[in-house]
């Protein structure tokens, strides 16, 4: 580094994140609200302002409960009822249709549609709430190295041309799926299935509409599509292009030409009409020493299972919880090591499901669309003719061996403590849980097994029956039914909302907190 350079070096960084988008926002305000001091560098001059996802389910809304965004996220997400797909958009038979009205395991309704500025108006929100991350807009990543102690980044202001170094003892790259920092790396992109372009409508609605057939996909062989809401004011119509139709064909006539059979310029502001390439990649490297790839910068996929920043999201909790315990010196820096085996398993299961059930839905070709509705006709007489699909598996590289829970969902609940009721996580705490409906499993416990798991701030929890006398009340049996189901006495959730392991027996939990010590880095004593 030059005299100039440090002259405007910051060094009092622990992570710098490079991209401010949902991803980056998640990342920054997890770091933050755990006391860490975060730089981030946005590209764009404001947040983005054009929504693209429109979809989450019920893991990531208690992600966003965990920050504090959900409540200002709900003012305007709408939860989904019924997801149904159609072989024409008016008048067409039924194809399939899902009930997405019930309640995940995550304890919230399993799906929920909304516009995406909202959400980042509504994380960015608490990102500065932290007073512990700095945003940096109309700043781009110039270069960027690192030693054995740090990583450097040179930035740039766009407006000003002033270049300023960054010195962080860690480097997030959010920066999307044609990432600055993986091409600096040298980390490639693996592509995996390409499919056809896709036109997608934005629009912000000028009155309340409501149609016989909406949230769901048309699959229609003369032009396949679906329409959305995205949440209470905003909707969203995709079309399907053939592989002769020149994208640059499309104009905003085009546009109002194809909407026209629902709205009109009385009804709706168009707000944008963007075409791309539904396409896949997955990198093969997640970490370069101190530099990790979260969202699209690591991972695309088609967009049906609505679960592309819903994955990049997972990406920034699993990453920020290692970030945070190796920061505070509490764990090793060993536990990077399965940041990206326990996320890459998980991220092509999503990747599958989301080609699976997408291409069903873009056949133009009239006779393979006849003879997929016969056969879905079919299933709707008997189920069992559907193969059945790709289940993303839980993640399990940081999780206790051989351990026949690990990487399952860590259920939540609804539950009462005193005058206190609501779900889990906001009754008896986030982070590490320990988990039992035995108040002897904890009884169990030596001091020393107490002190290393408040160490890590993990709660330790006994849930009973009300009445039962348990500090915890299970308010509607879920943990009753959970714990029965997996034939155990005590589990370990990870801040992530996985599994960590569970415990057969009483003898057995301290065997499960050393196997935590161990995962660690030998943190937690025995």
């Known amino acids: 580094m030059s005299d100039n350079e440090a002259i405007h070096a910051r060094t ?5 994140v490079v991209g401010y988008g949902p991803v980056g926002q998640m990342a920054s305000v997890l770091l933050g609200q755990a006391g860490h ?24 809304m208690r992600l966003l409960d965990r920050v504090g ?12 009822e019924l997801y149904d797909m159609r072989n024409k958009a008016f008048g067409g038979d039924l194809l399939m249709s899902f009930d ?56 740039r202001d766009r407006q000003s041309g002033e270049e300023r170094t960054l010195r962080a003892k860690y480097m997030l790259a959010a920066d999307g799926a044609n990432s600055f920092v993986r091409r600096s790396l040298g980390i490639e992109a693996k592509e ?75 009804d709706v502001e168009v707000l944008r009409w963007p075409i791309y390439r539904f396409r896949e990649s997955m990198t093969q490297e997640w970490r370069r020493d101190r530099i990790f790839l979260i969202g699209d910068a690591a991972h695309t ?54 080609r699976e059930i997408g291409l069903p839905c873009i056949i133009m070709d ?18 069992s003719l ?36 609501g779900l889990l996580d906001d009754v008896a705490g986030r982070g590490f849980q320990l988990i039992t409906t035995s108040q002897g499993v904890v009884d169990a416990l030596t001091e020393q097994e107490r002190a290393g798991l408040e160490r890590i701030g993990a709660s330790i929890i006994v849930i009973g029956a009300p009445g039962s006398g348990a500090p915890i009340e299970d308010v509607n049996g879920t943990y009753r039914d959970w714990f029965e189901s997996l034939g155990r006495v005590a589990v370990i959730a990870r801040p992530d909302y996985y599994l960590f392991g569970s415990a057969t027996d009483r003898d057995d939990v301290h065997q499960l907190v050393a196997s935590l010590s161990d995962a660690l880095g030998a943190t937690i004593p025995a």
């Open 192 to 266: 995996g299935h390409v499919g056809p372009n896709q036109l997608v409508i934005d629009t912000l609605q000028k009155r309340d509409l409501e149609f016989e057939f909406d949230n769901g996909q048309f699959a229609d062989p003369e032009r396949p599509g679906c329409l959305f809401q995205l949440g209470k004011h905003h909707r969203r119509w995709e079309f399907t292009l053939s592989e002769d139709e020149d994208p640059g064909d499309y104009t905003i006539d085009t546009v109002w030409e194809l909407l026209k059979p629902w709205v009109g310029p009385e």
């Open 100 to 155: 997405w009205s019930v309640i995940g395991p995550h304890g919230y309704r399993s799906h929920w549609i909304f516009y995406q500025n909202n959400l980042e108006l509504a994380l960015n929100r608490q990102v500065e709430r932290t007073g512990r991350v700095e945003v940096n807009f109309s700043t781009e990543l110039v270069r960027f190295d690192q030693d054995a102690e740090s990583v450097t980044a040179y930035v």
């Open 301 to 354: 996929l088609w967009p049906f299972a609505g679960e592309g920043m819903c994955n990049g999201l997972r990406d920034a909790a699993a990453i920020t919880w290692r970030l945070d315990l190796v920061l505070r010196g509490i764990a090793s820096p060993q536990v990077f090591d399965s940041y990206q085996d326990d996320r890459q398993p998980n991220m092509q299961g999503w990747i599958d499901y989301s």
């Open 69 to 80: 965004a959900g409540e200002e996220f709900r003012e305007d997400a709408v939860e989904w």
């Open 366 to 383: 009239k006779d393979a669309a006849a003879g997929r509705d016969q056969f879905l006709f079919a299933v709707q007489q008997d189920p």
């Open 386 to 421: 559907m193969p059945r699909a790709t289940v993303p598996p839980g993640p399990t590289a940081f999780s206790r061996k051989d351990d026949p829970t690990a990487g399952l969902t860590a259920v939540q609940g609804q539950v009462r403590a005193g005058e206190k009721e």
């Open 12 to 16: 009092d960084i622990d992570v710098i």
């Open 37 to 60: 001091t975060v730089v981030a560098v946005e590209r764009h001059a404001q947040m983005y302002g054009l929504s693209r996802a429109g979809h989450i389910d019920d893991e990531i």
